[in-house]
């Protein structure tokens, strides 16, 4: 069979396949394998007990359970869920936010693959318009989704110091101005909280890209996957952004729904239309039951409450504890820095004087049953003639969501694996 060349970026080998199918089949032929490596929320029992209670409530309401599995949705989604949604994200974030700003799409992740092509890639005009990503390492599940080649242009941080063992990346501005002249851009877009270094764009560094962005009258497209108003996986103080120019995407997954696939859309109406097209040319219709399950919880504003209380905490202390554990097993043997866990579910783990690769090192640890994921996955973008940058081959990602004493084994047997290169 001969594949397209959108064919073969879609359907072959690419760093978010081989992430999912190490997922799936150490969940399902491998349970031996610590799981460090996906990006599957932790099941809080708090949050776990909630959508059951959810869940009975709907079934509870025989009409409405009935209505939500037997009807297809609108396109942009359920009316009262966008209804709802607006309503909640007036009153927590004081965004003048309509149902005309709100889409819901299959997950954030299809709100990217429609966004990024809706935007990027060959124009009527004659140009290639491409996606620049301002600070990687940024979200593999990025790479493979433009339909055709070239669609990221990329810019690495500038790299601080922030304790002995620390580090935070931070935008390189001049080099994101300088790729905004050089190249013809459509969007910029920014994971926050970042997967996969758990880093959080301050306010003004956010501040500065919509600047940028308003100036090359482009949007500036912000992934909130973990951040606020839900599911507020985000560990230092930090605003939520939206406004005219920035289209927003949430989702449900980090909730504890990753299995309902409902990601959303905010952003200006002629956006949400497009959206809603795509949705009803690729699938028909959105999964509901997403939006049955939460659409109480933003009406009472208790998601909002959730995410503060219960699940912020979780995940902060799951870093915290993570982390000292790593200082712990490493024991000064040779030389790391975790990057500033701000927020998201994983710690960045660099290693200046790694003698293998981090792909290497990733299948040596994979071999003891231990699953991260390797960094050089989550650098993409880069022209192919800059210049060397090792720091891409040094760095794992492993998430603190899995059970605690996994986590900390895990984290153990990569120390050991790393003194004994
Ligand atoms: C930064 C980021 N964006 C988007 C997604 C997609 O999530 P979903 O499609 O489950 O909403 C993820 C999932 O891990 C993510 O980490």
């Not at 879609?10 to 799936?24: F, K, N, Q, R, V």
């Not at 933003?298 to 979780?314: C, G, K, V």
């Not at 991260?372 to 969501?401: A, I, K, M, N």
């Amino acid at each position: 069979m001969r594949f397209s060349i959108a064919g073969q970026k879609l359907g072959g080998p690419s760093g978010i396949t081989t992430l999912m199918a190490d997922l799936g089949q150490a969940l399902t032929t491998n349970p031996g394998m610590r799981m460090l490596g996906g990006g599957n929320p932790a099941h809080i029992p708090a949050m776990m007990e909630i959508w059951r209670q959810q869940m009975g409530v709907l079934l509870a309401d025989g009409g409405a359970y009935d209505r939500m599995l037997a009807n297809y949705d609108g396109p942009q989604g359920s009316p009262a869920f966008l209804a709802a949604l607006a309503g909640f994200l007036q009153r927590q974030c004081g965004w003048d936010v309509t149902p005309e700003n709100l889409a819901v799409t299959p997950g954030g992740q299809s709100a990217f693959f429609y966004l990024f092509n809706l935007l990027a890639g060959p124009h009527a005009d004659g140009t290639h318009r491409k996606i620049l990503l301002p600070l990687i390492p940024e979200y593999i599940g990025y790479e493979n989704q433009g339909i055709g080649p070239d669609w990221f242009v990329a810019c690495p941080p500038l790299m601080e110091r922030t304790g002995e063992h620390r580090f935070k990346y931070r935008v390189d501005f001049p080099a994101v101005a300088a790729a905004l002249q050089r190249e013809n851009i459509a969007a910029i877009c920014v994971s926050r909280p970042t997967n996969p270094t758990g880093n959080v764009l301050t306010d003004e560094e956010i501040s500065q890209l919509s600047d940028l962005a308003v100036a090359h009258g482009i949007p500036l497209l912000i992934d909130n996957a973990y951040g606020l108003p839900f599911p507020g996986a985000i560990f230092v103080p930090a605003q939520p952004h939206w406004d005219a120019g920035t289209i927003l995407t949430l989702s449900l997954s980090k909730l504890g729904l990753p299995g309902t696939r409902t990601g959303i859309v905010v952003g200006p109406p002629e956006i949400i239309r497009a959206i809603s097209a795509m949705t009803s040319v690729v699938g028909l219709a959105n999964t509901n039951l997403g939006q049955a399950l939460s659409r109480p919880l933003l009406e009472t504003d208790a998601l909002a409450r959730l995410s503060q209380e219960t699940i912020r905490p979780f995940y902060e202390e799951r870093s915290r504890q993570a982390q000292v554990w790593f200082d712990a097993a490493v024991a000064g043997r040779f030389p790391y820095a975790i990057h500033e866990s701000e927020g998201a579910f994983f710690l960045w783990l660099w290693f200046p004087e790694l003698p293998i690769s981090s792909q290497e090192l990733y299948e040596k640890l994979k071999a003891r049953q231990v699953l991260v994921v390797p960094g050089e996955s989550f650098f993409f973008g880069l022209p192919p003639h800059s210049p060397d940058w090792p720091h891409r081959r040094q760095c794992l990602r492993v998430t603190f969501c899995q059970d605690p004493q996994i986590v900390r084994q895990g984290l153990e047997i990569i120390a050991e694996g790393v003194a004994g290169l």
